[in-house]
């Protein structure tokens, strides 16, 4: 039989035993926390986190690696070009951005292995920072194991930045082997470190005037004296 008495009296020990426990935690809680929760078993909704960022090119990334010619550097260089125009260099492996007064930025590039290099006057139709990377139809023919498409990153071919030669299949971009610079070995293209490519990006805008030289004609390096 249901005895009254024996339930109120457990009841009365049971709402102490909770209040000692309560009472307990906030005294061991530091001045300033927020409050304990009464059902710490109570699992919070797992918090989203935002993507990582895409690094810039770091300032010193591949220029440590380069031999003193191929780094960046001001330069004495007689031309008739107005400033602002790209001069690649191709035997020599030189980009020239021409500046003022007789100087010019000069950069050392990779450009085409043998029988892949071109001449001829175009310009800059396109910018594109981390470009995706689509092998033209003439490279895959080549190189059928290579991918039919690349985003935008780190591991792409095309490195940090890219700058599209009028209606060519050819760029001016970064690459993230800065050991081919000084080289030829690309399949036309001229790549640039690609701390030496945000530069010139940022140097340059669409519409921008490039001059390359062909193989057998060199710039003249005796008017290309280090600033």
Same mark, same amino acid.
């Given at each position: 039989m249901f005895n009254l008495d024996i339930f109120k009296t457990n009841s009365r020990r049971a709402a102490v035993a909770l209040g000692a426990i309560v009472g307990a935690a906030a005294v061991s809680t530091p001045a300033g926390a927020g &409050?304990? &929760?009464l059902f710490p078993f109570v699992m919070a909704p797992p918090v989203q986190t935002a993507p990582p960022l895409q690094a810039a090119p770091s300032q010193n990334e591949g220029a440590s690696e380069l031999p003193a010619r191929l780094r960046r550097q001001v330069v004495s260089y007689a031309t008739r070009e107005a400033p602002g125009t790209i001069i690649i260099d191709t035997p020599n492996t030189y980009l020239y951005l021409v500046l003022r007064n007789g100087q010019a930025m000069r950069y050392g590039? @990779?450009?085409g292995r043998d029988g892949f290099t071109w001449? *001829?006057?175009?310009s800059i139709t396109k910018k594109a920072e981390w470009p995706d990377w689509t092998p033209p139809a003439e490279m895959i023919a080549r190189q059928p194991y290579l991918p039919r498409y690349m985003a935008g990153g780190p591991g792409n071919p095309l490195g940090a930045r890219a700058?599209?030669? *009028? @209606?060519?299949i050819y760029r001016i971009h970064g690459t993230n082997a800065p050991g081919t610079i000084g080289t030829q070995v690309s399949s036309g293209c001229i790549r640039l470190t690609n701390e030496d490519v945000a530069d010139l990006y940022s140097r340059v805008n669409v519409g921008t005037r490039v001059i390359v030289l062909p193989m057998d004609r060199r710039a003249d390096s005796s008017v290309a004296k280090r600033g």
């Open positions: &409050p304990l &929760p590039i @990779g450009v001449s *001829g006057v175009q700058m599209y030669l *009028g @209606g060519t």
